[in-house]
């Protein structure tokens, strides 16, 4: 997952990269709400991203950050393997380190190695990418009201426009967002198919605005 994730990130450069600006984009269902959405969340001060895989629904990744008054950015990436093997990211003004199974290492700030973020340039997984969204790659929307009020926005994207952009073999590209009978957003779901086969996850988000501490796992444990 953690590479399809980065295929997604690097889907939204190459958007970038394409002159979108001189194309014309189109008039989906829930447009709207998805755009202020994505756009509430690039300033964001804190929060969580939880990825469930909804195959064999669990959450298997997890990413939450949090910047200081300074505007230097804290975070933590998790993630369980298939294998149960666990491994996390963490970064703060101080150092870098990682978990791997057993195994921990740390860079320290200003050596070689050390990674880190600040608002001038956040994580990309901080600034609502997560939530994928690319007005100029679907091919159709759909909206579907919910029972309890709430209404479901589906983007069908057009794999041939990404498998051009980025050689990828996809077959299947579909997008979900969810939003409450009070506009809120709940979560966002994503499947993608190829000829290795097909992964769903859901991603929830929580804490935003709120985070005061994020734990580091390789000091914790």
């Known amino acids: 997952m953690k590479k399809i994730l980065a295929v997604l990130l690097l889907i939204c450069v190459t958007a970038a990269m394409g002159g979108c600006s001189i194309k014309k984009e189109y008039d989906l269902h829930g447009r709207e709400q998805v755009e202020a959405l994505r756009e509430s969340a690039k300033g964001w001060q804190s929060g969580?991203?939880?990825?469930?895989?909804?195959?064999?629904?669990v959450m298997n990744q997890a990413f939450?950050?949090?910047?200081?008054g300074d505007g230097f950015q804290t975070y933590l990436y998790e993630k369980i393997s298939d294998e149960g093997n666990y491994y996390a990211e963490f970064s703060d003004?101080?150092?870098?380190?990682?978990?791997?199974?057993?195994?921990?290492s740390v860079c320290r700030s200003g050596s070689e190695g050390y990674v880190s973020?600040?608002?001038?340039?956040?994580?990309?997984?901080?600034?609502?990418?997560?939530?994928?969204?690319?007005?100029?790659?679907?091919?159709?929307?759909?909206?579907?009201?919910?029972?309890?009020?709430?209404?479901?926005?589906?983007?069908?994207?057009?794999?041939?426009?990404?498998?051009?952009?980025?050689?990828?073999?996809?077959?299947?590209?579909?997008?979900?967002?969810?939003?409450?009978?009070?506009?809120?957003?709940?979560?966002?779901?994503?499947?993608?198919?190829?000829?290795?086969?097909?992964?769903?996850?859901?991603?929830?988000?929580?804490?935003t605005d709120s985070l005061t501490e994020i734990e580091n796992p390789?000091?914790?444990?």
């Open 48 to 57: 969580r991203y939880l990825l469930t895989n909804l195959d064999t629904d």
């Open 64 to 68: 939450s950050f949090m910047y200081d």
């Open 93 to 104: 003004r101080d150092a870098f380190w990682t978990v791997n199974g057993g195994s921990v």
């Open 117 to 207: 973020y600040n608002m001038d340039n956040p994580h990309p997984y901080s600034t609502g990418d997560l939530l994928f969204y690319e007005n100029l790659f679907v091919k159709s929307s759909a909206e579907l009201p919910r029972e309890d009020g709430g209404v479901c926005y589906v983007y069908y994207y057009n794999t041939d426009k990404i498998n051009e952009a980025l050689g990828t073999s996809l077959t299947e590209f579909v997008t979900e967002y969810v939003f409450g009978a009070d506009g809120g957003f709940e979560y966002f779901t994503q499947r993608n198919t190829d000829a290795d086969g097909s992964i769903s996850y859901r991603i929830d988000i929580v804490d």
């Open 218 to 221: 390789a000091v914790t444990s």
